[in-house]
């Protein structure tokens, strides 16, 4: 594959309806090296391509610099670019055909994503801290259940010995408190089970 470079209109001419990111980086950076073309301000960057472990490397992104734009064959096709090739600073890495020809441009960018075993979901998160437990063996959302009845549930026997803690659906005491005669509490049950 002939992938020209020309400097003084900064067109990076392609020969084929198919080419990769990296085919392009690889033969500007041919181009570059040849004769006294690197007078010149570079025509493109490249990050990533490191390697994370083993096999598994970072994705490679090329990015257009400084005005240079990539320019399809003059005729009417279907060009696929596969690759991350992106201008720096945003706007279309593809130019027009100098002739009015139709040429529909379609982007493959690989989708790569690490992912690491073992990290816990949001709702995994969410379950283990209710689950956990947090004092005389009830867990977060018992105690949850138990302040919730406290603070909003109806209550029956205030003012006597016995003062009791209904529930939101009023199906079950949460808290039974038994008091003494000056309203100090000899005795506590809860229950914040389903």
């Known amino acids: ?42 025509a493109m960057q490249a990050v990533g391509g490191n390697l994370i472990d083993g ?6 992104y090329f990015y257009l610099l400084d005005g240079w734009r990539i320019r399809p064959m003059e005729y009417s096709h279907n060009l696929e670019i596969t690759g991350n090739i992106i201008v720096s600073g945003g706007g279309n890495p593809v130019t027009n055909t100098v002739g009015t020809y139709q040429v529909n441009v379609r982007f493959t960018v690989p989708v790569q994503a690490q992912l690491v075993a073992g990290i816990p ?6 379950a283990a801290v209710l689950a956990a437990t947090v004092e005389a063996g009830m867990t977060f959302e018992e105690m949850f259940r138990v302040q919730h009845s406290a603070l909003v549930g109806k209550v029956s026997g205030a003012g006597t010995a016995t003062e009791s803690f209904r529930d939101i659906a009023d199906t079950k005491n949460r808290i039974v408190y038994t008091v003494d005669a000056n309203g100090n509490r000899a005795g506590v049950v809860q229950d914040g089970t389903t």
């Open 1 to 42: 594959m002939a992938i020209t470079f020309n400097a003084s209109t900064k067109i990076i001419q392609l020969d084929s309806a198919s080419v990769s990111a990296a085919e392009i980086w690889s033969r500007w950076v041919d181009w570059f090296c040849t004769s006294d073309n690197s007078k010149y301000l570079p």
């Open 55 to 60: 096999s598994i490397y970072i994705p490679s």
């Open 121 to 126: 979901t949001a709702s995994q998160n969410a």
